[in-house]
């Protein structure tokens, strides 16, 4: 998508203050990406494409539901990555985005960064991301647990007591473990009386970013051996473990072990602040990765795909991109 766009950043161009942040799962909503679709023949273009490579109507289920089959992995993940990639051909074609110093992606989400900066063409990252969600169906077992109010120390201690895992560490005080059901409820347990001001039941099939997924890890690995993997065009923040990739064969690592290792994403926004990101772009469905982000970083700057296709906002964003690239 960026011909000419360098690998590499200078790390002394202090102008490339941007990031491109892709969602992962969670952030489906029923109606997704329907009306720009119907309005705009880029984002048209994306569905219609992800309906022929996966042989199955994936936009009616996007746009129509019911609700459970969205959620269904094998069919959730796919369906983000189409919403998301829609999202951003629209928000390119009319000129709303930066080019970004970094990417990232939340676990599903690095599939859509690496479309996004053309490592992965969509029709294999859709044929991948359903394969991972069947295989996630097929192996999965257990849960998650959503914890908030106990520092990633305290709760380390429980989940090494109960017998789960640390699984994403999505923002300070808000992690989540990973586990088989009943050692995740005497983690819940542990969590409350340990003084934990929420402590939810994630709904989902499987202790996902956790040892229980090496299984699907290892699957994977087999069909990403025989997937074209190329240079990106702006470097990936791995969500693994927050390293700086653009060798092809280190992502392909990244995407198998991503698979069974907790999401640090507290780490991946601490690195682009590092590396002098100020701005934050989310760029798919809903404003998860941005609340997230507003507890990592405070003062960064966060803007929503949603906010950028109100019409409304157009004129006003447009206006503030010519500002900041003239200063």
């Given at each position: 998508?960026?011909?000419?766009?360098?690998?590499?950043?200078d790390a002394e161009d202090e102008r490339m203050q941007d990031a491109w942040v892709f969602p992962g799962q969670g952030s489906q909503w029923v109606g997704m990406g329907r009306d720009l679709a119907s309005e705009d023949a880029l984002a048209r273009a994306v569905f219609e494409?992800?309906?022929?490579?996966?042989?199955?109507?994936?936009?009616?289920i996007v746009f129509e539901g019911p609700e459970e089959e969205l959620a269904a992995?094998?069919?959730?993940?796919?369906?983000?990555?189409?919403?998301?990639?829609?999202?951003?051909?629209?928000?390119e074609a009319r000129g709303l985005l930066p080019v970004p110093r970094v990417v990232a992606g939340h676990s599903l989400g690095e599939y859509t960064a690496l479309v996004a900066v053309g490592s992965l063409t969509l029709a294999?990252?859709?044929?991948?991301?359903?394969?991972?969600?069947?295989?996630?169906?097929?192996y999965g077992r257990g849960g998650m647990l959503a914890v908030i109010g106990l520092d990633r120390e305290r709760l380390a201690a429980i989940a090494s007591e109960a017998g789960v895992e640390l699984a994403n560490e999505n923002a300070p005080n808000q992690l989540t473990l990973s586990g088989p059901d009943e050692a995740l409820e005497r983690a819940a347990e542990l969590a409350r009386g340990a003084g934990a001001?929420?402590?939810?039941?994630?709904?989902?099939n499987a202790a996902f970013h956790s040892r229980w997924m090496r299984p699907v890890a290892d699957a994977l690995a087999l069909?990403?051996?025989?997937?074209?993997?190329?240079?990106?065009?702006?470097?990936?923040?791995?969500?693994?473990d927050a390293r700086v990739l653009t060798d092809p064969e280190d992502l392909r690592r990244e995407l198998v072990e991503q698979i069974a290792s907790p999401v640090r994403w507290v780490a991946v926004v601490q690195r682009a602040l590092d590396l002098g990101v100020a701005h934050f772009w989310e760029i798919g469905p809903g404003q998860v990765l941005s609340g997230l982000i507003r507890r990592i970083a405070p003062t960064a700057e966060i803007t929503t795909a949603e906010q950028l296709l109100r019409a409304e906002d157009v004129?006003?964003?447009?206006?503030?991109?010519?500002?900041?690239e003239e200063r």
């Open positions: 998508m960026f011909a000419g766009v360098r690998v590499a950043f494409e992800a309906d022929a490579v996966l042989g199955f109507p994936l936009s009616r992995t094998r069919h959730q993940q796919p369906a983000l990555l189409a919403t998301s990639i829609a999202y951003l051909r629209v928000l294999d990252a859709l044929r991948l991301v359903r394969r991972r969600g069947e295989l996630m169906e097929t001001r929420r402590v939810v039941r994630l709904p989902v069909e990403l051996a025989n997937i074209p993997i190329r240079t990106p065009s702006v470097p990936l923040i791995a969500c693994s004129s006003l964003v447009r206006q503030e991109r010519v500002a900041k």
